[in-house]
C-alpha cells in the first residue's frame, strides 16, 4: 500500500508541475506584450525589447536608427 501511494503522490506532483508550467508560461507572455514594448527616439517606432538597441541610455528600433542618431 505505501508503495502504491507513493506512486500515485508522483503522479499528481508531475500532473500538477505540468498545469502550473503551462500557467506560468501564459503570464510571462502576458507580461511581455504589456510593457516590454519600446519607444524608437528617432522614428517614435515601437519596437519589442528583443528587437530594440540599447545604446547611451536611449532606446533604437534599429541600427539605422543607431547610426542615425550617431
Ligand atoms: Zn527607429
Redesign the pocket.
Known amino acids: 500500500m505505501g508503495r502504491l501511494l507513493i506512486v500515485l503522490l508522483v503522479v499528481v506532483l508531475i500532473w500538477f508541475l505540468f498545469f502550473r508550467k503551462k500557467k506560468v508560461k501564459n503570464n510571462i507572455n502576458k507580461n511581455i506584450e504589456s510593457f516590454d514594448m519600446i519607444e524608437?527616439q528617432?522614428?517614435k517606432?515601437f519596437v519589442s525589447q528583443d528587437e530594440a538597441i540599447f545604446s547611451n541610455g536611449r532606446w533604437?528600433?534599429?541600427k539605422e536608427?543607431l547610426i542615425n542618431k550617431g
Do not use: M
Request: charge should be neutral.
Open positions: 524608437c528617432i522614428c517606432n533604437y528600433c534599429s536608427c
